[in-house]
């Protein structure tokens, strides 16, 4: 019979792919990696006016502020669509739906518990990362950090 050490752990390192894999949250962790790029993805003036709430069913939703922007985004769509897929490595968004801030006109219903993507302070940021730099792979490091930065910063309202 082998012997285990006894203050033997598996790495991180080793779990979270595993983890990742065995729960099915690869394509999920991609679809929603749109939400910590979105600035990246469009036009300034586009990050200012609009954000992403939440994707469900392959069907981004984007909050916009104010019905000239939807008018603008309903022009863009097909455009916009092809920008993200053009990102997304294992998954992909079939559609984009529009709402408008509570309180204002609706082009069409908003989801019910929308996504509110807030990045975590920088000194978080930091502190993480000096957490984790023991990990040698660099990949499954960076896997780790995007996991931790998407749950901490997608919250629902």
């Not at 991609?30 to 979105?38: K, P, Q, T, Y």
């Not at 469009?42 to 069907?59: E, F, Q, S």
């Not at 509570?102 to 069409?108: I, L, P, R, S």
Request: charged fraction near 25%; aromatic fraction near 10%; charge should be positive.
């Amino acid at each position: 019979m082998p012997r285990i050490k006894k203050n033997s752990q598996p790495a991180v390192a080793d779990i979270l792919p595993r983890l990742v894999r065995q729960h099915g949250w690869e394509i999920q962790l991609d679809l929603h990696s749109v939400f910590a790029i979105w600035a990246s993805l469009v036009d300034p003036d586009t990050a200012v006016h609009c954000r992403p709430l939440r994707i469900k069913n392959g069907v981004l939703w984007l909050e916009v502020e104010n019905s000239a922007w939807l008018q603008q985004l309903r022009f863009q769509k097909y455009q916009l669509l092809e920008t993200i897929n053009a990102t997304l490595t294992r998954s992909r968004i079939d559609d984009i739906k529009y709402a408008l801030p509570k309180g204002k006109a609706e082009a069409e219903k908003p989801p019910e518990t929308p996504v509110q993507f807030v990045p975590p302070p920088v000194g978080e940021v930091a502190e993480f990362r000096n957490r984790i730099s023991f990990i040698d792979d660099e990949q499954c490091r960076e896997a780790l950090f995007r996991f931790w930065y998407l749950v901490r910063a997608c919250c629902r309202k």
